[in-house]
């Protein structure tokens, strides 16, 4: 994606926040707060060394979201998530780390809540290759490469909500993160996420 997209995207983020808030009468603007923890897996495939065999896996991993409701069916927030898939079976992995600052919109429809939106961040996704397993511990292996690269993020998501009760909801998440950098090779594919949020 070029930059000038980039801005693009964030520009009409902002125009939307911008009228959600405003079409709604000014004392029912702030109307609650969300957050919680989530789990993560999925299945991430491309190439990750030019040249190479591309790498296929399931990432696994946590993070967290909190969010301000706005208006009737609109969010702000933020996000972030370290998520690690193994590689090769031999301790090889690559680990992303990412987060950033997302809007949604949802509904309600009796117990069930969907609502889909976008995150727009960045973070830093780091790989180690080794080219044999380790036979002991501290053990040297020669030809082991390691690379940690910085990203600009934009991850897509729809999910939906099962309200338990009024201040606790079960949710579940599905997103494709998608990095963008100098040079930067980055397998992609779509993450399920699993969570208890609290509502307030």
Not at 48 to 71: I, K, N, T, Y
Not at 111 to 140: C, D, H, I, K, N
Not at 159 to 171: E, P, R, S, V
Request: aromatic share 12%.
């Amino acid at each position: 994606m070029k930059c000038q997209s980039l801005k693009t995207l964030v520009l009409a983020l902002g125009l939307l926040a911008s009228a959600g808030v405003w079409a709604q009468p000014k004392e029912k603007v702030l109307r609650g707060f969300d957050g919680g923890m989530m789990l993560h897996a999925g299945y991430l495939g491309g190439t990750l060394v030019p040249g190479e065999a591309p790498v296929s896996g399931c990432p696994f991993g946590l993070g967290g979201v909190a969010r301000m409701h706005l208006g009737k069916c609109f969010r702000i927030g933020g996000e972030g998530y370290v998520s690690t898939m193994n590689l090769r079976g031999n301790g090889s992995y690559l680990r992303y780390g990412w987060g950033g600052i997302l809007a949604d919109v949802y509904g309600v429809f009796g117990r069930f809540q969907p609502y889909g939106g976008v995150t727009l961040g960045g973070g830093a996704m780091t790989a180690v290759l080794m080219t044999e397993t380790p036979s002991e511990a501290w053990a040297p292996i020669d030809g082991t490469r390691y690379r940690k690269q910085g990203f600009m993020a934009v991850d897509p998501f729809v999910g939906c909500d099962f309200i338990l009760t009024k201040a606790i909801h079960l949710t579940l998440k599905v997103d494709c993160l998608c990095g963008f950098g100098r040079d930067l090779q980055m397998p992609v594919g779509p993450r399920v996420y699993f969570g208890v949020l609290f509502y307030r």
